[in-house]
Protein backbone atom coordinates (compact mmCIF):
# COMPACT_ATOMS: atom_id res chain seq x y z
CA UNK A 1 0.00 0.00 0.00
CA UNK A 2 0.78 3.58 -0.50
CA UNK A 3 1.41 5.19 2.20
CA UNK A 4 0.94 9.23 2.51
CA UNK A 5 5.01 9.97 2.68
CA UNK A 6 6.29 11.87 0.08
CA UNK A 7 9.51 13.48 -0.96
CA UNK A 8 10.05 17.10 -2.13
CA UNK A 9 12.94 17.71 -4.83
CA UNK A 10 15.42 19.57 -3.66
CA UNK A 11 16.55 21.12 -6.98
CA UNK A 12 17.09 25.19 -7.67
CA UNK A 13 14.02 27.07 -7.96
CA UNK A 14 12.62 28.46 -10.80
CA UNK A 15 9.78 31.22 -11.56
CA UNK A 16 6.75 29.55 -12.68
CA UNK A 17 3.77 31.13 -14.91
CA UNK A 18 0.48 32.72 -14.50
CA UNK A 19 -1.26 29.08 -14.09
CA UNK A 20 1.32 27.90 -11.48
CA UNK A 21 0.55 31.01 -9.97
CA UNK A 22 -3.19 30.57 -9.84
CA UNK A 23 -2.68 26.71 -8.49
CA UNK A 24 -0.74 27.51 -6.04
CA UNK A 25 -2.73 30.43 -4.86
CA UNK A 26 -6.07 27.67 -4.67
CA UNK A 27 -4.15 24.61 -3.17
CA UNK A 28 -2.75 27.26 -0.26
CA UNK A 29 -6.35 28.61 0.25
CA UNK A 30 -7.75 25.23 -0.01
CA UNK A 31 -4.43 23.62 2.41
CA UNK A 32 -6.07 26.18 4.83
CA UNK A 33 -9.71 26.25 5.30
CA UNK A 34 -11.02 22.77 3.61
CA UNK A 35 -12.01 19.82 6.30
CA UNK A 36 -12.25 16.38 4.83
CA UNK A 37 -14.61 14.85 2.77
CA UNK A 38 -16.94 13.48 5.63
CA UNK A 39 -16.75 16.86 7.41
CA UNK A 40 -18.14 18.57 4.09
CA UNK A 41 -21.20 16.08 3.77
CA UNK A 42 -22.00 16.97 7.68
CA UNK A 43 -21.74 20.68 6.84
CA UNK A 44 -23.57 20.27 3.32
CA UNK A 45 -26.41 18.40 5.79
CA UNK A 46 -27.11 21.30 8.24
CA UNK A 47 -27.06 24.00 5.15
CA UNK A 48 -29.32 21.77 3.54
CA UNK A 49 -31.45 21.77 6.47
CA UNK A 50 -31.35 25.37 6.69
CA UNK A 51 -32.51 26.45 3.55
CA UNK A 52 -35.56 23.68 4.13
CA UNK A 53 -36.44 25.62 7.24
CA UNK A 54 -35.83 29.22 6.04
CA UNK A 55 -37.04 29.45 2.47
CA UNK A 56 -39.56 26.16 2.39
CA UNK A 57 -40.63 27.20 5.88
CA UNK A 58 -40.41 23.17 6.84
CA UNK A 59 -40.54 23.06 10.69
CA UNK A 60 -37.55 21.80 12.14
CA UNK A 61 -39.24 18.75 13.05
CA UNK A 62 -40.26 17.70 9.47
CA UNK A 63 -37.09 18.44 7.97
CA UNK A 64 -35.49 16.24 10.95
CA UNK A 65 -37.70 13.57 9.61
CA UNK A 66 -36.82 13.93 5.76
CA UNK A 67 -33.48 13.49 6.78
CA UNK A 68 -33.71 10.14 8.60
CA UNK A 69 -35.95 8.71 6.47
CA UNK A 70 -33.94 9.30 3.79
CA UNK A 71 -30.90 8.75 5.32
CA UNK A 72 -30.69 5.02 3.68
CA UNK A 73 -32.32 5.67 0.79
CA UNK A 74 -28.96 4.76 -1.14
CA UNK A 75 -28.16 1.82 0.55
CA UNK A 76 -28.63 -0.39 -2.43
CA UNK A 77 -26.49 2.39 -4.69
CA UNK A 78 -24.17 2.41 -2.14
CA UNK A 79 -23.64 -0.82 -2.49
CA UNK A 80 -23.30 -1.15 -5.97
CA UNK A 81 -20.65 1.70 -5.47
CA UNK A 82 -18.85 -0.42 -2.77
CA UNK A 83 -18.42 -3.49 -5.15
CA UNK A 84 -17.86 -1.71 -8.63
CA UNK A 85 -14.49 0.36 -6.55
CA UNK A 86 -13.67 -2.76 -5.27
CA UNK A 87 -14.40 -5.20 -8.49
CA UNK A 88 -12.75 -2.28 -10.39
CA UNK A 89 -9.43 -2.49 -8.22
CA UNK A 90 -9.25 -6.09 -8.20
CA UNK A 91 -9.26 -5.97 -11.58
CA UNK A 92 -6.61 -3.59 -12.38
CA UNK A 93 -4.41 -5.83 -9.71
CA UNK A 94 -5.16 -8.85 -11.59
CA UNK A 95 -1.34 -9.97 -13.43
CA UNK A 96 -2.73 -9.62 -16.93
CA UNK A 97 -3.93 -6.18 -16.63
CA UNK A 98 -1.47 -5.21 -13.89
CA UNK A 99 1.34 -5.45 -16.28
CA UNK A 100 -0.71 -4.04 -19.37
CA UNK A 101 -0.89 -0.59 -16.95
CA UNK A 102 3.30 -1.39 -15.58
CA UNK A 103 3.84 -1.13 -19.89
CA UNK A 104 2.14 1.57 -20.51
CA UNK A 105 3.40 3.33 -17.84
CA UNK A 106 6.91 2.40 -18.54
CA UNK A 107 6.81 4.07 -21.89
CA UNK A 108 6.09 7.56 -20.51
CA UNK A 109 9.76 9.64 -19.59
CA UNK A 110 8.47 13.01 -18.72
CA UNK A 111 5.85 14.55 -16.60
CA UNK A 112 3.88 16.72 -19.32
CA UNK A 113 3.30 12.57 -21.32
CA UNK A 114 2.63 11.26 -17.68
CA UNK A 115 0.02 13.88 -17.20
CA UNK A 116 -1.45 13.92 -20.51
CA UNK A 117 -1.70 9.63 -20.40
CA UNK A 118 -3.40 10.00 -16.96
CA UNK A 119 -5.74 12.48 -17.94
CA UNK A 120 -6.56 10.73 -21.81
CA UNK A 121 -7.17 6.65 -19.56
CA UNK A 122 -9.51 8.76 -16.98
CA UNK A 123 -11.35 10.43 -19.12
CA UNK A 124 -11.72 7.58 -22.15
CA UNK A 125 -12.19 4.66 -19.42
CA UNK A 126 -14.93 7.19 -17.76
CA UNK A 127 -16.59 7.57 -21.10
CA UNK A 128 -16.79 3.70 -21.15
CA UNK A 129 -17.86 3.55 -17.70
CA UNK A 130 -17.81 5.48 -14.90
CA UNK A 131 -17.05 3.16 -12.53
CA UNK A 132 -14.62 1.49 -14.60
CA UNK A 133 -12.88 5.15 -15.20
CA UNK A 134 -12.83 6.15 -11.56
CA UNK A 135 -10.56 3.41 -10.67
CA UNK A 136 -8.35 2.39 -13.99
CA UNK A 137 -7.71 6.52 -14.16
CA UNK A 138 -6.48 6.54 -10.61
CA UNK A 139 -4.70 3.55 -10.50
CA UNK A 140 -2.10 4.35 -13.84
CA UNK A 141 -1.89 7.87 -12.06
CA UNK A 142 0.19 5.69 -9.41
CA UNK A 143 1.82 3.81 -11.59
CA UNK A 144 3.06 6.87 -13.28
CA UNK A 145 3.76 8.83 -10.44
CA UNK A 146 6.20 5.62 -9.63
CA UNK A 147 7.80 5.43 -12.77
CA UNK A 148 8.88 9.30 -13.92
CA UNK A 149 11.09 11.57 -11.76
CA UNK A 150 9.98 14.78 -11.44
CA UNK A 151 6.01 14.47 -11.46
CA UNK A 152 4.01 16.10 -8.94
CA UNK A 153 1.69 13.23 -7.38
CA UNK A 154 -1.32 15.48 -6.51
CA UNK A 155 -1.77 17.00 -9.93
CA UNK A 156 -1.54 13.24 -11.84
CA UNK A 157 -4.40 12.23 -9.27
CA UNK A 158 -6.37 15.13 -10.16
CA UNK A 159 -5.59 14.88 -13.84
CA UNK A 160 -6.86 11.36 -13.70
CA UNK A 161 -10.10 12.01 -11.63
CA UNK A 162 -11.10 15.11 -14.33
CA UNK A 163 -11.57 12.49 -17.03
CA UNK A 164 -15.04 11.41 -15.08
CA UNK A 165 -16.18 14.74 -16.29
CA UNK A 166 -17.62 13.22 -19.61
CA UNK A 167 -19.04 10.45 -17.92
CA UNK A 168 -22.71 11.40 -18.27
CA UNK A 169 -22.50 11.79 -22.00
CA UNK A 170 -20.73 8.79 -22.52
CA UNK A 171 -21.97 4.93 -22.63
CA UNK A 172 -23.16 4.57 -19.12
CA UNK A 173 -24.52 8.45 -18.45
CA UNK A 174 -27.52 7.96 -16.06
CA UNK A 175 -30.10 10.57 -17.89
CA UNK A 176 -29.50 10.02 -21.63
CA UNK A 177 -30.09 6.32 -21.03
CA UNK A 178 -33.07 6.58 -18.64
CA UNK A 179 -35.31 8.73 -21.36
CA UNK A 180 -34.17 5.68 -24.17
CA UNK A 181 -35.31 3.28 -22.15
CA UNK A 182 -38.77 1.81 -22.63
CA UNK A 183 -41.26 2.67 -20.09
CA UNK A 184 -39.11 5.44 -18.37
CA UNK A 185 -41.06 7.99 -15.26
CA UNK A 186 -41.73 10.75 -17.62
CA UNK A 187 -42.36 8.80 -21.36
CA UNK A 188 -45.99 10.20 -21.06
CA UNK A 189 -44.61 14.20 -21.27
CA UNK A 190 -41.37 13.55 -23.24
CA UNK A 191 -41.49 10.33 -24.93
CA UNK A 192 -38.21 8.58 -25.82
CA UNK A 193 -34.86 10.37 -26.89
CA UNK A 194 -32.68 8.01 -28.49
CA UNK A 195 -29.10 7.81 -27.59
CA UNK A 196 -28.52 9.65 -31.49
CA UNK A 197 -30.09 12.55 -30.48
CA UNK A 198 -27.97 12.93 -26.99
CA UNK A 199 -24.99 10.93 -26.35
CA UNK A 200 -24.38 10.87 -29.80
CA UNK A 201 -25.49 14.39 -31.37
CA UNK A 202 -23.23 16.58 -33.04
CA UNK A 203 -23.00 19.08 -29.88
CA UNK A 204 -21.91 16.20 -27.16
CA UNK A 205 -19.84 14.93 -29.89
CA UNK A 206 -18.00 17.66 -30.44
CA UNK A 207 -18.23 18.64 -26.70
CA UNK A 208 -16.37 14.99 -25.82
CA UNK A 209 -14.00 15.38 -28.55
CA UNK A 210 -13.03 19.08 -27.79
CA UNK A 211 -12.53 17.67 -23.73
CA UNK A 212 -10.45 14.40 -24.95
CA UNK A 213 -7.87 16.17 -27.01
CA UNK A 214 -7.74 19.86 -24.95
CA UNK A 215 -8.20 18.35 -21.42
CA UNK A 216 -4.87 16.81 -21.08
CA UNK A 217 -3.00 19.73 -22.34
CA UNK A 218 -4.47 21.82 -19.97
CA UNK A 219 -3.53 19.71 -17.23
CA UNK A 220 -0.24 19.41 -18.25
CA UNK A 221 0.22 22.42 -18.49
CA UNK A 222 -0.66 23.39 -14.75
CA UNK A 223 2.38 21.02 -13.75
CA UNK A 224 4.22 22.88 -11.11
CA UNK A 225 7.73 24.66 -12.59
CA UNK A 226 8.93 25.09 -9.84
CA UNK A 227 11.08 22.11 -8.50
CA UNK A 228 10.62 22.88 -5.32
CA UNK A 229 6.93 22.95 -5.37
CA UNK A 230 7.02 19.36 -6.42
CA UNK A 231 5.23 16.63 -4.21
CA UNK A 232 6.81 13.23 -5.48
CA UNK A 233 5.22 9.77 -4.09
CA UNK A 234 8.12 8.08 -2.26
CA UNK A 235 8.81 4.89 -3.85
CA UNK A 236 10.34 3.04 -0.33
CA UNK A 237 6.68 3.80 1.10
CA UNK A 238 4.72 0.91 -1.69
CA UNK A 239 4.60 -2.48 -0.49
CA UNK A 240 4.35 -4.95 -2.76
CA UNK A 241 1.05 -7.06 -2.23
CA UNK A 242 0.85 -10.02 -0.84
CA UNK A 243 0.61 -12.89 -2.75
CA UNK A 244 -0.22 -16.67 -1.34
CA UNK A 245 1.72 -19.13 -2.84
CA UNK A 246 1.88 -23.05 -1.85
CA UNK A 247 5.67 -23.16 -3.35
CA UNK A 248 8.34 -25.01 -1.10
CA UNK A 249 5.25 -26.02 1.39
CA UNK A 250 5.90 -29.86 1.67
CA UNK A 251 2.85 -30.30 4.20
CA UNK A 252 0.42 -28.67 1.99
CA UNK A 253 -3.22 -30.25 2.90
CA UNK A 254 -6.23 -30.56 0.33
CA UNK A 255 -7.75 -27.71 1.41
CA UNK A 256 -5.10 -25.58 0.87
CA UNK A 257 -4.35 -27.02 -2.88
CA UNK A 258 -8.15 -26.33 -3.23
CA UNK A 259 -7.79 -22.95 -2.12
CA UNK A 260 -4.85 -22.29 -4.50
CA UNK A 261 -5.87 -24.47 -7.52
CA UNK A 262 -6.47 -22.20 -10.46
CA UNK A 263 -9.19 -24.98 -11.95
CA UNK A 264 -11.92 -23.59 -9.67
CA UNK A 265 -11.19 -19.77 -10.23
CA UNK A 266 -10.98 -20.69 -14.44
CA UNK A 267 -14.29 -22.48 -14.18
CA UNK A 268 -16.23 -20.21 -11.89
CA UNK A 269 -14.96 -17.00 -13.74
CA UNK A 270 -15.65 -18.53 -17.02
CA UNK A 271 -19.32 -19.51 -15.62
CA UNK A 272 -20.03 -16.00 -14.44
CA UNK A 273 -18.85 -14.87 -17.79
CA UNK A 274 -21.01 -17.07 -19.94
CA UNK A 275 -24.22 -16.10 -18.07
CA UNK A 276 -23.20 -12.35 -19.14
CA UNK A 277 -23.24 -13.70 -22.45
CA UNK A 278 -26.16 -15.41 -22.03
CA UNK A 279 -28.27 -11.90 -20.57
CA UNK A 280 -26.92 -9.77 -23.59
CA UNK A 281 -28.14 -12.74 -26.11
CA UNK A 282 -31.76 -12.41 -24.29
CA UNK A 283 -31.63 -8.66 -24.97
CA UNK A 284 -30.02 -7.59 -21.41
CA UNK A 285 -28.69 -4.01 -21.25
CA UNK A 286 -25.61 -2.64 -20.15
CA UNK A 287 -26.50 -1.55 -16.35
CA UNK A 288 -24.58 -0.94 -12.97
CA UNK A 289 -25.41 -4.85 -11.86
CA UNK A 290 -24.01 -5.82 -14.95
CA UNK A 291 -20.75 -4.00 -15.02
CA UNK A 292 -20.20 -5.18 -11.10
CA UNK A 293 -20.80 -8.74 -12.57
CA UNK A 294 -18.67 -8.77 -15.10
CA UNK A 295 -15.75 -6.64 -12.77
CA UNK A 296 -16.52 -9.60 -10.16
CA UNK A 297 -16.05 -12.86 -12.19
CA UNK A 298 -13.48 -11.52 -14.66
CA UNK A 299 -11.35 -11.01 -11.82
CA UNK A 300 -11.79 -14.40 -10.21
CA UNK A 301 -10.39 -15.74 -13.91
CA UNK A 302 -7.62 -13.82 -14.47
CA UNK A 303 -6.44 -14.56 -11.11
CA UNK A 304 -7.26 -18.03 -11.43
CA UNK A 305 -5.98 -19.01 -7.93
CA UNK A 306 -9.12 -18.46 -4.98
CA UNK A 307 -6.51 -17.68 -2.45
CA UNK A 308 -4.44 -14.94 -4.67
CA UNK A 309 -7.87 -13.27 -5.36
CA UNK A 310 -8.30 -13.12 -2.05
CA UNK A 311 -5.36 -11.61 -0.83
CA UNK A 312 -6.24 -8.52 -3.58
CA UNK A 313 -9.59 -8.32 -1.93
CA UNK A 314 -8.15 -8.25 1.18
CA UNK A 315 -6.24 -5.54 -0.40
CA UNK A 316 -9.15 -3.56 -1.49
CA UNK A 317 -10.96 -3.59 1.25
CA UNK A 318 -8.93 -0.76 2.72
CA UNK A 319 -9.91 1.37 -0.35
CA UNK A 320 -13.37 1.19 0.36
CA UNK A 321 -13.54 1.03 4.27
CA UNK A 322 -13.11 4.92 4.45
CA UNK A 323 -16.07 6.21 1.79
CA UNK A 324 -18.98 3.86 2.96
CA UNK A 325 -20.30 6.01 5.71
CA UNK A 326 -20.52 8.84 3.52
CA UNK A 327 -22.86 8.02 1.00
CA UNK A 328 -25.94 7.42 3.25
CA UNK A 329 -25.24 11.32 4.38
CA UNK A 330 -25.84 12.77 0.96
CA UNK A 331 -28.98 10.44 0.88
CA UNK A 332 -30.00 12.31 4.15
CA UNK A 333 -29.61 15.27 2.21
CA UNK A 334 -31.40 14.22 -0.75
CA UNK A 335 -34.12 13.76 1.78
CA UNK A 336 -34.57 16.93 2.73
CA UNK A 337 -34.34 18.25 -1.03
CA UNK A 338 -37.27 15.92 -1.95
CA UNK A 339 -39.43 16.14 1.22
CA UNK A 340 -39.17 20.12 1.89
CA UNK A 341 -39.74 20.78 -1.85
CA UNK A 342 -36.91 22.94 -2.00
CA UNK A 343 -34.97 20.93 -5.36
CA UNK A 344 -38.02 21.62 -7.08
CA UNK A 345 -38.62 25.68 -5.80
CA UNK A 346 -34.50 25.69 -7.19
CA UNK A 347 -35.13 24.38 -10.47
CA UNK A 348 -38.22 26.56 -10.91
CA UNK A 349 -36.29 29.64 -9.69
CA UNK A 350 -34.15 28.89 -13.04
CA UNK A 351 -37.12 27.78 -15.26
CA UNK A 352 -39.34 31.30 -14.50
CA UNK A 353 -36.23 33.34 -16.44
CA UNK A 354 -35.78 31.05 -19.10
CA UNK A 355 -37.01 30.98 -22.22
CA UNK A 356 -37.11 28.43 -25.10
CA UNK A 357 -33.76 29.59 -26.28
CA UNK A 358 -32.02 29.68 -23.01
CA UNK A 359 -33.97 26.38 -20.63
CA UNK A 360 -31.16 23.99 -21.34
CA UNK A 361 -28.42 26.31 -20.38
CA UNK A 362 -30.09 27.32 -17.28
CA UNK A 363 -31.04 23.70 -16.85
CA UNK A 364 -27.16 23.19 -17.01
CA UNK A 365 -26.60 25.44 -14.47
CA UNK A 366 -29.07 24.06 -11.85
CA UNK A 367 -27.92 20.99 -12.48
CA UNK A 368 -24.33 21.75 -11.62
CA UNK A 369 -25.56 23.38 -8.47
CA UNK A 370 -27.82 21.10 -7.11
CA UNK A 371 -25.29 18.40 -7.67
CA UNK A 372 -23.34 19.88 -4.84
CA UNK A 373 -25.82 19.30 -2.24
CA UNK A 374 -26.95 15.66 -4.32
CA UNK A 375 -24.79 14.41 -6.40
CA UNK A 376 -26.19 11.37 -7.86
CA UNK A 377 -27.39 11.57 -11.64
CA UNK A 378 -30.32 9.01 -11.58
CA UNK A 379 -31.51 10.38 -8.25
CA UNK A 380 -31.38 13.81 -8.99
CA UNK A 381 -32.84 14.09 -12.71
CA UNK A 382 -35.60 12.28 -10.36
CA UNK A 383 -36.17 15.26 -8.90
CA UNK A 384 -35.34 18.14 -11.22
CA UNK A 385 -36.34 16.02 -14.39
CA UNK A 386 -40.39 16.65 -14.32
CA UNK A 387 -39.49 20.17 -13.81
CA UNK A 388 -37.04 21.33 -16.39
CA UNK A 389 -39.26 18.83 -18.86
CA UNK A 390 -42.69 20.60 -18.63
CA UNK A 391 -41.12 23.57 -18.69
CA UNK A 392 -39.33 22.49 -22.16
CA UNK A 393 -42.79 21.61 -23.11
CA UNK A 394 -44.55 24.80 -21.92
CA UNK A 395 -41.83 27.05 -23.81
CA UNK A 396 -41.16 24.81 -26.75
CA UNK A 397 -37.64 24.19 -25.95
CA UNK A 398 -35.48 21.18 -26.80
CA UNK A 399 -35.93 18.26 -24.60
CA UNK A 400 -32.96 16.73 -25.22
CA UNK A 401 -31.09 19.79 -24.93
CA UNK A 402 -32.64 20.37 -21.82
CA UNK A 403 -32.51 16.82 -20.30
CA UNK A 404 -28.54 16.60 -21.00
CA UNK A 405 -28.29 19.85 -19.73
CA UNK A 406 -29.03 18.76 -16.06
CA UNK A 407 -26.72 15.84 -16.59
CA UNK A 408 -24.14 18.05 -18.36
CA UNK A 409 -24.51 20.48 -15.48
CA UNK A 410 -24.11 16.99 -12.92
CA UNK A 411 -20.73 15.90 -14.80
CA UNK A 412 -19.24 19.10 -14.56
CA UNK A 413 -19.40 20.45 -10.85
CA UNK A 414 -18.23 16.52 -9.85
CA UNK A 415 -15.05 18.05 -10.13
CA UNK A 416 -15.60 19.55 -6.64
CA UNK A 417 -17.87 17.12 -5.56
CA UNK A 418 -15.96 15.53 -2.27
CA UNK A 419 -18.21 12.50 -3.24
CA UNK A 420 -17.32 11.23 -6.13
CA UNK A 421 -13.17 11.87 -5.06
CA UNK A 422 -13.38 9.35 -3.02
CA UNK A 423 -11.92 6.78 -4.71
CA UNK A 424 -9.34 8.42 -6.26
CA UNK A 425 -8.33 9.29 -2.82
CA UNK A 426 -8.89 6.10 -1.20
CA UNK A 427 -6.51 5.22 -4.03
CA UNK A 428 -3.81 7.44 -4.04
CA UNK A 429 -3.74 8.01 0.18
CA UNK A 430 -4.10 11.75 -0.26
CA UNK A 431 -6.54 14.24 0.75
CA UNK A 432 -8.61 16.38 -0.31
CA UNK A 433 -7.08 19.51 -0.27
CA UNK A 434 -3.97 18.03 -1.91
CA UNK A 435 -5.80 17.87 -5.03
CA UNK A 436 -8.60 20.48 -4.82
CA UNK A 437 -6.54 23.79 -5.62
CA UNK A 438 -6.41 21.86 -9.09
CA UNK A 439 -9.69 20.58 -9.59
CA UNK A 440 -11.07 24.34 -9.21
CA UNK A 441 -8.90 25.27 -12.29
CA UNK A 442 -10.09 22.34 -13.97
CA UNK A 443 -13.86 22.88 -13.34
CA UNK A 444 -13.38 26.49 -14.77
CA UNK A 445 -11.70 25.33 -17.77
CA UNK A 446 -14.12 22.80 -18.37
CA UNK A 447 -17.24 25.22 -17.59
CA UNK A 448 -16.39 26.76 -21.10
CA UNK A 449 -16.42 23.23 -22.63
CA UNK A 450 -19.70 22.82 -21.33
CA UNK A 451 -21.57 25.90 -20.87
CA UNK A 452 -20.66 26.72 -24.95
CA UNK A 453 -21.99 23.27 -25.69
CA UNK A 454 -25.28 23.72 -23.82
CA UNK A 455 -26.12 27.03 -24.79
CA UNK A 456 -25.02 26.68 -28.56
CA UNK A 457 -26.70 23.41 -28.67
CA UNK A 458 -29.89 25.56 -26.79
CA UNK A 459 -30.30 28.41 -29.68
CA UNK A 460 -30.01 25.59 -32.74
CA UNK A 461 -32.46 23.36 -31.40
CA UNK A 462 -35.23 26.10 -30.43
Known amino acids: MIQAVYRRRPEKQRPGGPMNALANFFTRLVNRYMPDPLVIAMGLTVLTMLLAVLVEGSSPLDVTRYWGGGFWNLLAFSMQMTVILLAGYILARTPLVDGLLDRIAGTVRTPFAAIVVATLVGTIGSWLNWGFGLVIGSI ?23 GFSVY ?39 ASALVVLTLPLFNAWLHPKNPRQIVEIDPTTVAIPFEPSLAGNTEATLADRMNHSKVTGIVIGALGLFYVGLRFSDGGSLDLNTVNFIFVFLGILLFASPARYLAALAEGVKIVSGIII ?14 SGLVVSFAELFVRISTAETLPIWSFISGGLINILAPSGGGQWAMQGPVVIEAARELNASLAATALGVQVGDQWTNMIQPFWILPALAISKLKLRDVMGYMVLILGYLGLIFSGTIWIWGYLAA
Do not use: C, N, W
Request: hydrophobic share 55%; glycine share 12%; proline share 8%.
Open 326 to 339: QYPFYAGIMGVLVG
Open 168 to 206: GIGLSGSVPLLIATEGHFLQDRMGLIPLSETIFSAPLLI
Open 140 to 162: VAQKLALKVPGLHYPLVIAAAFS
